[in-house]
T-cell receptor
Framework: DGGITQSPKYLFRKEGQNVTLSCEQN?????MYWYRQDPGQGLRLIYY???????QKGDIAEGYSVSREKKESFPLTVTSAQKNPTAFYLC???????????FGSGTRLTVV | AQSVTQPDIHITVSEGASLELRCNYS??????LFWYVQSPGQGLQLLLK??????LVQGIKGFEAEFKRSQSSFNLRKPSVHWSDAAEYFC??????????FGDGTTLTVKP
């Protein structure tokens, strides 16, 4: 079955360390997105990519970086510059001529 | 800039009762509107979407939503709620560029 796989489901890191969250899709979708979700808040866009080798900053890109070397993969790196990285991170994708997202099951990152 | 407001943070209904979750949006052009549902610790699942045409749209799990341009609203309804409907619900508006803005969510509790 097609879908989006985010790994790991839970991630613990020490403060000051960079960490990379994986997002892989086998839906053949062109666009991919990273959102951050904090308790009681909606989703905030970190980065998005419409095509391979191209990506744009979202509303809260500071302290994060991404790459899009393959259509199916869109990893997110949370750097030490991110002031408050503990959150639930969601990856999503969308087909080129469609609307509405397919989401992964998320990665909960805890920085101690 | 596009925005979404969900006025109700938390709603409690009895099983079997009807449900209406409110959503107001701000968008300069014809909006692409969505409702998603999220179970605890999971990603979001698309319930239904509105692009154009009939203002009453049907979705999965017995949900429907009505688009009212004059009120900038897209309220979600269900005639009879089941205990399994307890979750968090997000309204979203998507731009032509494929970027979605989400409301802060409404948590639904279902009483037996």
């Amino acid at each position: 079955d097609g879908g989006i796989t985010q790994s790991p489901k839970y991630l613990f890191r020490k403060e000051g360390q960079n960490v990379t969250l994986s997002c892989e899709q086998n839906l053949n979708h062109d666009a991919m997105y990273w959102y951050r979700q904090d308790p009681g808040q909606g989703l905030r866009l970190i980065y998005y990519s419409q095509i391979v080798n191209d990506f744009q900053k979202g509303d809260i890109a500071e302290g994060y970086s991404v790459s899009r070397e393959k259509k199916e993969s869109f990893p997110l790196t949370v750097t030490s510059a991110q002031k408050n990285p503990t959150a639930f991170y969601l990856c999503a994708s969308r087909a080129r001529d469609s609307y509405g997202y397919t989401f992964g099951s998320g990665t909960r990152l805890t920085v101690v | 800039a596009q925005s979404v407001t969900q006025p109700d943070i938390h709603i409690t209904v009895s099983e079997g009762a009807s449900l209406e979750l409110r959503c107001n949006y701000s968008y300069g052009a014809t909006p692409y509107l969505f409702w998603y549902v999220q179970s605890p610790g999971q990603g979001l699942q698309l319930l239904l979407k509105y692009f154009s045409g009939d203002t009453l749209v049907q979705g999965i799990k017995g949900f429907e939503a009505e688009f009212k341009r004059s009120q900038s609203s897209f309220n979600l309804r269900k005639p009879s709620v089941h205990w399994s409907d307890a979750a968090e619900y997000f309204c979203a508006v998507e731009s032509n560029a494929g970027k979605s803005t989400f409301g802060d969510g409404t948590t639904l509790t279902v009483k037996p």
